[in-house]
């Protein structure tokens, strides 16, 4: 029986721990610049929300993670952490790689919003799996094949599970959901209710009423995802009375912006007027839900 001639040690093959090093570390500080920077708009999305913790901050963990696997068999100088780390490497460059595919459709299909950083990061993360892959000498690609299934079908049901919360996060919580907003947001509306929240503006109302369903449907269901809504109500969606009567609201829907308080229904108009909005008025839903 012929002996199986031992494949040779390339320059990619010897260097590949380093230069994975290299593309996590990039990814840290690059999740680290975010952090200091502020979340964008994607990052604060009910989208990717995760337990509470910051986009950035999980791209830091693992990237952090990643980084540890590639260069920890060096450091230690220990080969009895060759196999298991290569298989690390490759097990979370696929859950990255499926998580940064979501991140873009959420980005450029359903915000609409452009976030060069998490694009930056996404190639950042398909370049961790193609460097997994090519750098190091697999046996089999048969090796592969059921942590890469199992691995990936796991990513797919946890994007699948957030995109679907963040669509209808009511059934998924208790309390008693408010109307279903049925109007669409133009650009006008969404970045009135992004500057809204940025100044730091907030909507205080009840699930019940049928005025703040109103001013919602003004808003759209795009753009309200992104007002700072306060539910008065303790049969309510995560309830918050006590902040309302802090805040001296006696009636539905109040806006508090700036410091001052504005009782009932407001035109898009008197709200970017309230609030120092200077960006485009071409509003489309000025006579929705009256």
Same mark, same amino acid.
């Given at each position: ?11 990619? %093959? ?174 006008? @509306? ?20 049928? %005025? ?13 995802? %992104?007002?700072?809504?306060? @539910? ?57 839900? %009256?």
């Amino acid at each position: 029986m012929a002996r199986k001639r031992k494949q040779p040690t390339t320059w990619l %093959h010897r260097n590949s721990r380093y230069l994975l090093t290299g593309v996590a570390t990039a990814g840290l500080l690059l999740s680290v610049g975010c952090m200091a920077k502020g979340n964008s708009a994607l990052a604060g999305s009910a989208y990717v929300q995760l337990g509470g913790l910051s986009l950035p901050l999980l791209g830091a963990i693992a990237y952090g993670l990643m980084g540890a696997c590639a260069i920890g068999p060096v450091v230690t100088k220990n080969k009895s952490l060759e196999g298991p780390t290569w298989i690390g490497l490759f097990i979370g460059s696929i859950a990255m790689t499926i998580f940064s595919g979501y991140l873009l459709y959420i980005m450029l299909a359903v915000l609409q919003e452009p976030c060069i950083p998490c694009m930056v990061s996404a190639v950042l993360t398909v370049g961790l799996w193609g460097l997994t892959l090519v750098g190091n000498r697999w046996e089999s690609l048969g090796q592969l094949l059921l942590p890469g299934i199992s691995v990936a079908l796991v990513a797919f049901i946890a994007t699948t599970g957030l995109y679907a919360y963040a669509q209808n996060p009511n059934t998924f919580t208790a309390g008693n959901p408010p109307p279903v907003v049925e109007t669409d947001s133009g650009a006008s @509306e969404i970045a009135l209710a992004k500057h809204l929240t940025d100044i730091g503006a907030k909507k205080y109302g009840a699930w019940w009423c049928p %005025h703040c369903h109103a001013q919602q449907t003004l808003f759209g269901k795009q753009a309200f995802d %992104h007002v700072t809504y306060v @539910e008065c109500d303790e049969e309510g969606i995560d309830p918050q009375p006590n902040a309302c009567r802090a805040a001296g609201v006696q009636s539905y829907p109040t806006w508090e912006i700036n410091g001052q308080t504005y009782a009932g229904v407001q035109s898009l108009q008197s709200l970017a007027a309230a609030s120092g909005y200077a960006g485009p008025q071409e509003f489309v839903n000025q006579n929705a839900g %009256h």
